[in-house]
């Protein structure tokens, strides 16, 4: 078996996974045994809808038509209404990578047996996802409960031969690409569209490439800081070990210990060290402030990997019991509340990065030239790199604020308590690059901070990112056209280009 095939069994998927199908090309296969299950529950729905049993969503209407009864000969019908109007959203299209994350979690619990889809239409999927087959999925119109109906839906019209897929790179008609690699639209069985869009698995595909992404920036965080307290003349007492001891919170212990091995053999520290005795908070208090959203994003982290392996649509088939139990595992409360939280802590590491970069191009805290220029005046240098900042950190205040304590009724009051875990999903991904762009600013200030304490070397670990940054972003001697700068830097901070300089001088940061 190539090492490049996930093996979905909707057990043990994981958010490395989920990364590799997204962005790396990896294929999915089901698993053997997951075939089997899929095939009986599936045929112990056929059996229900010919002995014309009552059931939600498979029998009936949906939401507060559930007690509107569908005669047995139009339970095919009632499954293609069903995506057909629920796919009704709005706005500019998910990233492809988004998309792939999305139709594998949507494979991923659809394999474990328990929503009555068939294994042909569930091949049709995995196909589409094989060949690069995305269908376009709107960001706006899911309020988190039942799960992501208009998104999901959205993606499984595009099996039945509606809508639009994006292959190769070109938007099309989603027949013109069927009829490009060969297959056709699939006829839905009954409960499949409702197997298909029902389910938290757009928030919580977003969620889980944040989550990685977030993982990595929270080293970017801690080198460009590094960078910032060697150009600021910062004293290294508040990163001693035995303070971080005294109060053993788990990503206060881990960031101390990364500045520790960051700015390890410093001449620039070692020099200025008995200059005073502290530093302001932003320089003091990173520990406990970086590694207070790193607790919090391995609260989300652990939340999602729960749900990436969860059944979350309605009804749940339980094929061997006879049983079809209308629930509620498709309210997005857990998504929702997790990816506040992580806004909430992803923001943070950006308000306290603009506070170091504040300090950085005023003179009156620290030594360094005015705005990081040798000829301030004629020369504005980094003054308004430090706008950008204050304003992005502005936007990201706004966008921190909960989704989940709103709630708007839908379904003419049935659903009368939905998540908007979508929302959550979906403003934790714009902080999360919002981020990423201040800690990119924070990395241009600070090397050009180091370039004014020459000759004295940073550590071993800020030397190696210094190095790495100046290959492609040069010391700005006078004003030139500051954008460039700013987007090299950005991408220098994406591509892991500083994380692999630094870990490849003192090995692997936590």
């Not at 093996?7 to 997951?34: C, F, M």
């Not at 075939?35 to 939401?63: H, L, P």
């Not at 899911?142 to 070109?170: E, Q, R």
């Not at 300090?359 to 430090?386: C, T, W, Y």
């Amino acid at each position: 078996m190539s090492s490049n095939v996930v093996i979905l069994d909707g057990k043990s998927l994981t958010i490395s996974d989920i990364v590799n199908v997204a962005r790396n090309g990896y294929r999915v296969e089901l698993d053997p045994n997951a075939k089997k299950v899929i095939t009986e529950c599936a045929d112990s729905v056929q059996q229900w809808v010919d002995e014309g049993r009552v059931v939600y969503g498979i029998t009936t209407g949906f939401g507060d038509l559930a007690s509107v009864v569908i005669p047995r000969d139009q339970s095919r019908q009632l499954q293609e209404n069903l995506l057909m109007s629920h796919a009704c959203g709005f706005g500019e299209a998910l990233p492809e990578d988004y998309v792939r994350a999305i139709m594998l979690l949507r494979i991923n619990t659809l394999t474990r047996g328990y929503s009555g889809i068939s294994l042909q239409t569930l091949s049709q999927l995995v196909n589409y996802l094989n060949l690069g087959i995305h269908p376009v999925i709107p960001r706006q119109g899911s309020v988190g409960a039942s799960g992501d109906l208009c998104p999901l839906s959205h993606l499984a019209i595009t099996l039945i031969g509606l809508g639009d897929v994006v292959f190769k790179g070109k938007k099309m008609p989603t027949l013109e690409a069927l009829n490009i690699v060969g297959m056709k639209p699939v006829g839905l069985m009954p409960k499949e569209g409702l197997a298909l869009n029902n389910g938290t698995t757009v928030m919580t595909g977003i969620a889980s490439l944040c989550v990685f992404d977030a993982n990595r920036l929270m080293k970017n965080a801690d080198i460009a800081a590094g960078l910032s307290a060697e150009a600021l003349h910062a004293v290294p007492y508040a990163f001693d070990k035995r303070t971080h001891d005294l109060r053993p919170q788990v990503g206060q212990g881990i960031v101390a210990e990364n500045m520790r091995r960051l700015i390890e053999k410093s001449e620039i520290i070692e020099t200025y060290k008995k200059d005073r005795v502290q530093d302001a908070y932003s320089l003091r208090c990173l520990p406990q402030v970086h590694g207070a959203s790193r607790d919090a994003l391995a609260y989300v982290e652990n939340v999602i990997n729960i749900e990436i392996n969860s059944v979350t649509d309605n009804p749940i088939i339980f094929h061997e019991d006879g049983d079809a139990i209308s629930g509620g595992n498709f309210h997005g409360q857990p998504i929702a509340m997790a990816m506040d939280f992580f806004g909430i802590a992803v923001a943070e590491i950006a308000n306290i990065s603009e506070r170091r970069v504040a300090r950085l191009v005023d003179h009156k805290m620290s030594d360094l030239p005015p705005f990081l220029v040798a000829e301030s005046g004629v020369n504005s240098g980094f003054m308004i790199p430090q706008y950008t900042a204050a304003a992005i950190v502005s936007e990201n205040k706004v966008l921190a604020h909960p989704s989940c304590v709103d709630s708007i009724p839908t379904s003419a009051g049935q659903e009368d308590h939905v998540s908007m875990g979508a929302f959550s999903a979906k403003k934790g991904l714009t902080i999360l690059n919002n981020v990423t762009r201040v800690i990119a600013i924070e990395m241009l200030n600070a090397s050009q901070g180091i370039d004014f304490r020459a000759p004295l070397k940073p550590g071993l670990g800020t030397s190696a990112a210094y190095k790495a940054f100046r290959t492609e972003v040069p010391f700005y001697a006078k004003d030139q056209y500051m954008q460039p700068l700013m987007l090299k830097s950005l991408k220098l901070v994406i591509d892991g280009t500083l994380i692999d300089a630094v870990e490849k001088e003192i090995g692997e940061l936590k």
